[in-house]
């Protein structure tokens, strides 16, 4: 076991970096620039039972220390992900990778599911009920504790993978959704997806956004994804994967200590595709600088008084 080394839901990890999911497509894209070998995991871009062409154009503005993007799930449907997408990956991947499964529908969630539980090389799926940016599924399934325990449980059924759900941050109590998806079967969690957020342009006095609103990410959110890391880490018992804003070996270091076992950088890898590398790297120094020995012992590390 390294220093750097974690255990996600009985998968050891030599590292808590994870890029997430639509920041780093099916990886393959990303091997041409390093190896991503190097990387704890990576969860690939939000998979669905049909193909999606995605939200209309434009469908990323930006915004302060951060960027909203109104993707809308854009992917090539699932029998397309594991005919073509995931052979590509196995070429330049040796590790179990994170399958990150989005649906409209409980019935649609499981189908995906059921697929991908199929594929060897995947070692964790993550069921995002968070998706801001689409209509009649996505994050309505996140944002109420009941809808998101039915997804949990039809989705437990048809897989032997640790599930794992991906949370929305736009609700009032987000323990209370975690704890719905602990007790309907979840083996972690992941959090934060993107918050709902708008811009206007004041030439033409319209949403820059042509789905009108998008999501959040970046810098900006780090502070509110740390505070809801911590919340549910104290709620449940299961593992907690932390995103949201992560973009240096500190922030890495700081969600552990609110209680991630794992952490996922997302817009960072957008502005630098070398940055999962880098933090890797500056990791260890980061730690003798703080005195941290092992990662690991510092998951929940943070208490007042
Ligand atoms: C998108 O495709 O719209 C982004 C996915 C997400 O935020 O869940």
């Not at 594929?119 to 689409?134: H, K, M």
């Not at 076992?261 to 980061?286: F, K, M, Q, S, W």
């Amino acid at each position: 076991m390294g220093r750097l080394s974690v255990n996600l839901c009985g998968i050891e990890l030599d590292n808590p970096l994870i890029p997430a999911s639509g920041s780093f497509g099916y990886g393959y894209e990303f091997a041409e620039l390093y190896d991503i070998n190097m990387l704890g995991t990576f969860s690939f871009k939000g998979t669905t039972k049909e193909p999606r062409f995605g939200n209309p154009t434009p469908r990323i503005a930006e915004a302060p220390s951060g960027m909203l993007n109104s993707v809308g799930l854009q992917n090539p449907g699932v029998e397309k992900v594991i005919a073509e997408e995931l052979p590509k990956l196995r070429n330049c991947f040796h590790k179990p990778v994170m399958a990150n499964i989005s649906g409209f529908s409980v019935e649609d969630y499981a189908y995906t599911a059921g697929l991908l539980d199929r594929e060897e090389q995947v070692g964790w799926l993550e069921v995002n009920v968070s998706c801001p940016n689409v209509h009649g599924g996505g994050m309505a399934f996140g944002t109420d504790p009941a809808a998101a325990a039915r997804v949990t449980e039809a989705v437990k059924k048809v897989t032997t993978k640790p599930l794992i759900i991906k949370l929305s941050p736009n609700v009032t109590d987000i323990a209370a959704i975690a704890r719905a998806c602990e007790e309907a079967g979840a083996d972690g969690l992941s959090l934060i997806n993107t918050l709902l957020s708008m811009r206007i342009d004041l030439k033409t006095r319209k949403p820059i956004l042509a789905n009108t609103m998008g999501g959040l990410s970046g810098p900006a959110v780090f502070p509110v994804a740390l505070r809801m890391v911590y919340q549910v880490s104290q709620a449940v018992k299961i593992p907690v994967i932390g995103m949201g804003g992560v973009s240096t070996a500190e922030d890495v270091i700081e969600m552990m200590l609110a209680g991630a076992t794992a952490v996922g950088i997302g817009a960072a890898n957008l502005t630098d595709p070398y940055i999962c590398r880098d933090i890797i790297h500056e990791l260890p120094e980061t730690m003798e600088r703080y005195g941290i020995e092992n990662l690991r012992d510092i998951i929940g590390g943070a208490k007042n008084g």
